[in-house]
């Protein structure tokens, strides 16, 4: 067997180090297109619909609804998914965030999980969905928005995070962004 040269060694090892990155550029590139080893992910329904509220001596409020329901199957492992909805200052289940012509709030957030052979389990004050091998678990999440009159919004939910052990500290992530129907606020 040859010897390697001094060059040959550290272009070698220059090559390996370009294939570590490329490869870590994949597995997110995937991420983004949602392939993802452990979980597929599809929505079911997307509704949205505006709601104008009236109240005497008051200004009225334009609220929008949005029903979202997405199916989350576990590949090859059981998969735990937090009960939750939040837009970044915390970790949740469901990451979202709004999207529109102004500024809006999120009134109210719920999310409510059914499949054959889900469970829910609670860590502490986490609510987790259990989803077992190749059954599939129905979230709907319900979302009321604050917004103005004669304005445009929606809901993304750009991340999906989830964990194959209940003790594992970091959350595996679902980066392919879910986008609601766009609701005109009149």
């Known amino acids: 067997m040859a010897k390697i040269t001094g060059d040959n060694k550290k272009l ?6 370009q294939i570590k990155t490329l490869r870590a550029q994949l597995v997110k590139a ?3 297109e949602g392939k993802d080893t452990y979980i597929d992910v ?3 329904k997307n509704q949205g619909r505006f709601q104008k509220i009236k109240k005497k001596g008051e200004e009225d409020k334009a609220l929008g609804k949005f029903f979202l329901e997405i199916n989350v199957t576990a590949k090859q492992e059981v998969v735990f998914v937090p009960m939750s909805v939040a837009s970044g200052k ?9 999207e529109g012509s102004a500024s809006g709030s999120i009134a109210t957030a719920e999310v ?7 469970t829910q389990v609670t860590l502490g004050t986490l609510l987790f ?3 077992p091998i190749n059954k599939i678990a129905s979230f709907q999440i319900q979302t009321t928005i604050r917004g103005k009159f004669k304005k445009r919004y929606k809901i993304v939910f750009t991340r999906l995070n989830y964990k194959l052990h209940l003790t594992d500290v970091r959350y595996k992530q679902y980066l392919k962004e879910i986008h609601s129907d766009s609701v005109l606020f009149s």
Do not use: H, P, S
């Open 12 to 17: 070698l090892k220059e090559l390996n180090a």
């Open 30 to 32: 995937n991420a983004l």
């Open 42 to 44: 599809k929505v079911k």
């Open 90 to 98: 915390k970790t949740a289940g469901f990451m979202y965030q709004i």
């Open 112 to 118: 409510k999980v059914r499949g054959d052979g889900v």
């Open 129 to 131: 969905a259990k989803i």
